[in-house]
């Protein structure tokens, strides 16, 4: 058949055959551990501290998109939040789920969901680690109180930002705060307009956001903080690299 296409998602999985798939790029990128990579380090963002210390998130249901190794995840969980992380790539499931254990978050299956083509496993202390596409993942919550997501979005082709949005629309609880890192303009990521990727069939590595471009594509939210992300030496507790922005978004109360 050579007229498949009816409906958005159609168009949406058409458009993402024009890029090389993202699963077998992540699973060697997790894969090799010793590779050095900044943010393999144990260490939450520092800006998601900075948001729970100064009180700005309070323990609730978390989701975590592109959870990589788990760091994130973790660190929510520890502070008392039942937290869903999300990932596409097995192998970093699998190092997320190692040390959520060394971490004492517990070993056991848990009853986790699964998800798609994929799977997923609970701690038993309120951490779940799903193995799927953010988009396709099923969660065993309607709702959540934060949406964590630590370099997701950048690399994300431009249509899956229409996925993205409808993401948020349908997890975020009513007054819930959505925060996210990304490349920076200027800084890092490719800044080539939306259209050249297409042409281009590349991401380049993932793509650079401007704080304008970030207030834009959610101005359904209410931005509570834009900034670069504070950098951060090796002995520091926390993750911080400049080449990231940071912001803190919180959905109205009333939908």
Same mark, same amino acid.
């Given at each position: 058949?050579? *007229?498949?296409?009816? @409906?958005?998602?159609?168009?949406?999985? $058409?458009?993402?055959?024009?890029?090389?798939?993202?699963?077998?790029?992540?699973?060697?990128?997790?894969?090799?551990?010793?590779?050095? *990579?900044?943010?393999?380090?144990?260490?939450?963002?520092?800006?998601?501290?900075?948001? !729970?210390?100064?009180? !700005?998130?309070?323990?609730? *249901?978390?989701?975590?998109?592109?959870?990589?190794? =788990?760091?994130?995840?973790? /660190?929510?969980?520890? $502070? =008392?939040?039942?937290?869903?992380?999300?990932?596409?790539?097995?192998?970093?499931?699998?190092?997320?789920?190692?040390?959520?254990?060394?971490?004492?978050?517990?070993?056991?299956?848990?009853?986790?969901?699964?998800?798609?083509?994929?799977?997923? @496993?609970?701690?038993?202390?309120?951490?779940?680690?799903?193995?799927?596409?953010?988009?396709?993942?099923?969660?065993? /919550?309607?709702?959540?109180?934060?949406?964590?997501?630590?370099?997701?979005?950048? /690399?994300?082709?431009?249509?899956?930002?229409?996925?993205?949005?409808?993401?948020?629309?349908? %997890?975020?609880?009513?007054?819930? /705060?959505?925060?996210?890192?990304?490349?920076?303009?200027?800084?890092?990521?490719?800044?080539?307009?939306?259209?050249?990727?297409?042409?281009?069939?590349?991401?380049? =590595?993932?793509?650079?956001?401007?704080?304008?471009?970030?207030?834009? !594509?959610? *101005?359904?939210?209410?931005?509570?903080?834009?900034?670069?992300?504070?950098?951060?030496?090796?002995?520091?507790?926390?993750?911080? %690299?400049?080449?990231?922005?940071?912001?803190?978004?919180?959905?109205?109360?009333?939908?």
């Amino acid at each position: 058949m050579n *007229r498949t296409i009816r @409906t958005t998602e159609d168009v949406l999985a $058409l458009l993402d055959g024009l890029f090389p798939p993202a699963e077998p790029f992540w699973d060697r990128f997790y894969a090799d551990r010793s590779a050095g *990579r900044p943010f393999f380090a144990p260490k939450p963002d520092e800006n998601l501290a900075h948001h !729970l210390d100064r009180g !700005l998130l309070a323990p609730g *249901r978390a989701l975590d998109l592109g959870c990589g190794n =788990g760091r994130n995840a973790i /660190h929510l969980a520890s $502070l =008392g939040f039942e937290v869903d992380a999300v990932d596409l790539s097995a192998t970093a499931i699998a190092w997320a789920e190692e040390r959520a254990r060394e971490a004492g978050l517990g070993n056991d299956t848990g009853t986790g969901t699964g998800t798609g083509t994929g799977t997923g @496993t609970g701690t038993g202390t309120g951490l779940r680690f799903h193995r799927a596409s953010i988009f396709e993942a099923e969660l065993p /919550h309607a709702r959540y109180d934060l949406v964590y997501d630590s370099g997701c979005l950048h /690399h994300l082709p431009p249509h899956r930002r229409v996925s993205y949005l409808a993401l948020l629309d349908r %997890v975020l609880a009513p007054g819930g /705060h959505f925060a996210l890192t990304a490349f920076a303009a200027g800084a890092m990521g490719s800044e080539r307009p939306d259209e050249e990727l297409y042409r281009l069939g590349a991401l380049e =590595g993932g793509l650079a956001y401007s704080p304008d471009e970030l207030r834009s !594509l959610f *101005r359904g939210f209410t931005p509570l903080e834009i900034r670069p992300m504070a950098a951060q030496g090796p002995d520091s507790a926390l993750f911080g %690299v400049p080449f990231l922005l940071t912001a803190l978004f919180q959905r109205t109360v009333s939908l």
